[in-house]
């Protein structure tokens, strides 16, 4: 305990990382970000998707995530694309080993302006690899991000639902630790919290509809957490697999929460109240 006590006062130090998840509904005037969409159907309207992929400094479709987003804009968009008319919606890289991808659109996606980027290696995930193309292609051209959404619906597959979780807790090893990536689903933001303090605005219609949330240690690790604004608080609580896991939680009615870990923890929260209603509609 000695030890927990003496990592939890040297956070006193640190300042609070803030997470405000409200922004990609409005998108502000400063919102340096960067879009990724996986290879699982997007089931957000395009009120959602559309503007955060327009305003977006970089673009990526990621193999199979490529049929989806083509597929997700229609046949009206997807015709004017290919015929140059539509370069709002073209990704500015297209990446992965190129095996879910149609081979018919990869040829036409070679003859637009995206940067298709093969890559074959088996030791990473698609998503990983992303990641790396991503941070090698902001570093030559002097491109600053503050986010990265992925879009990808957590259901479907088991091991691919973890192994993007696991992407998640690799990021520091391959983006500017500054950067803060999120997925997104139909229902649902995920992210990793580091070891730190933090700071989670919370929209008020989640306080109201008391919606879901999560934090989860994934892993064989454990983790000394504290948090404030959630209807069943950790106060130095031990978190583990095989132990205590904070799930099923939700708001005391503060627009903020507070966590502060000695270790990396999976924090998720529901957004349907944003999301349930938003149909998708003509994308012209």
């Known amino acids: ?58 673009t990526v479709t990621v193999d199979g995530g490529t049929n989806h987003w083509i597929n997700y804009l229609g046949e009206q968009q997807k015709n004017s694309l290919f015929r140059g008319k539509c370069k709002d919606y073209v990704p500015t890289l297209v990446t992965g080993d190129m095996d ?22 088996q030791s990473d995930t698609d998503f990983t690899k992303a990641l790396m193309q991503l941070h090698l292609y902001i570093t030559k051209n002097n491109i600053h991000l503050d986010h990265i959404y992925v879009f990808v619906d957590t259901s479907g597959r088991f091991d691919h639902i973890i192994s993007n979780i696991n992407t998640l807790y690799k990021t520091d090893s391959i983006l500017n630790p500054h950067i803060q990536v999120i997925q997104i689903s139909s229902n649902s933001m995920t992210w990793v919290l580091k070891p730190g303090k933090h700071k989670i605005h919370i929209p008020d219609a989640l306080i109201a509809r008391q919606t879901w949330c999560s934090l989860i240690p994934f892993g064989t690790s454990t983790s000394d957490i504290r948090t404030t604004g959630l209807k069943w608080n950790l106060d130095n609580i031990h978190t583990s697999f095989g132990g205590l896991l904070s799930t099923s939680n939700t ?29 998708n509609s003509d994308t012209s």
């Open 1 to 58: 305990m000695r030890g927990a006590t003496f990592v939890m006062q040297n956070h006193n130090e640190l300042k609070f990382e803030v997470w405000n998840p409200l922004n990609i509904f409005c998108c502000p005037a400063q919102f340096n970000h960067a879009v990724i969409i996986l290879n699982n159907p997007i089931n957000l309207g395009y009120d959602i998707v559309l503007p955060l992929w327009k305003k977006a400094q970089v």
């Open 100 to 121: 879910s991808i149609c081979p018919e659109l990869l040829k036409q996606m070679e003859k637009t302006d995206a940067i298709v980027l093969h890559t074959p290696d």
């Open 251 to 279: 708001y005391n009615g503060n627009p903020e929460v507070t966590v502060i870990t000695n270790e990396k923890i999976t924090w998720s929260m529901g957004i349907e109240p944003f999301t349930k209603f938003c149909e």
